[in-house]
Nanobody, 122 residues
Framework: QVQLVESGGGLVQIGASLRLSCEASGRTFSTTTAAWFRQNPGKEREFVAGISRAGGNRFYSQSAKDRFTISRDNAKNTVYLQMSSLRPEDTAVYYC???????????????WGRGTQVTVSS
């Protein structure tokens, strides 16, 4: 079983930057597409950013493009989400995930972390 642990969330002001990290147990995760999703209570889980196995392909939601950057360091079994120009609507629990294809759908992803809270104050 792949275990994913997110960290780096917190309370920040509008316009601030924040970097989320996702550490995976073992090396299995490095063979998968990785993605970040976010979710608020009563809402659908929303795709934010994805990255291919070796990091060559990166893809983003409309909201994340030009503000967020996803990256990975497979030697460290870690995936990152660098967030800039944060807005109140970015407030959510952010989840790290892994799956077989470069897709934006929740159904593509098999492995999930427990999430880290990001709150952007207005």
């Amino acid at each position: 079983q792949v275990q994913l642990v997110e960290s780096g969330g917190g309370l920040v002001q509008i316009g601030a930057s924040l970097r989320l990290s996702c550490e995976a147990s073992g090396r299995t995760f490095s063979t998968t597409t990785a993605a970040w999703f976010r979710q608020n209570p009563g809402k659908e889980r929303e795709f934010v950013a994805g990255i291919s196995r070796a990091g060559g392909n990166r893809f983003y939601s409309q909201s994340a493009k030009d503000r967020f950057t996803i990256s990975r360091d497979n030697a460290k079994n870690t995936v990152y989400l660098q967030m800039s120009s944060l807005r109140p609507e970015d407030t959510a629990v952010y989840y790290c995930s892994g799956g077989p294809r470069d897709k934006i759908t929740v159904a593509n992803y098999t492995y999930w972390g427990r999430g880290t809270q990001v709150t952007v104050s207005s």
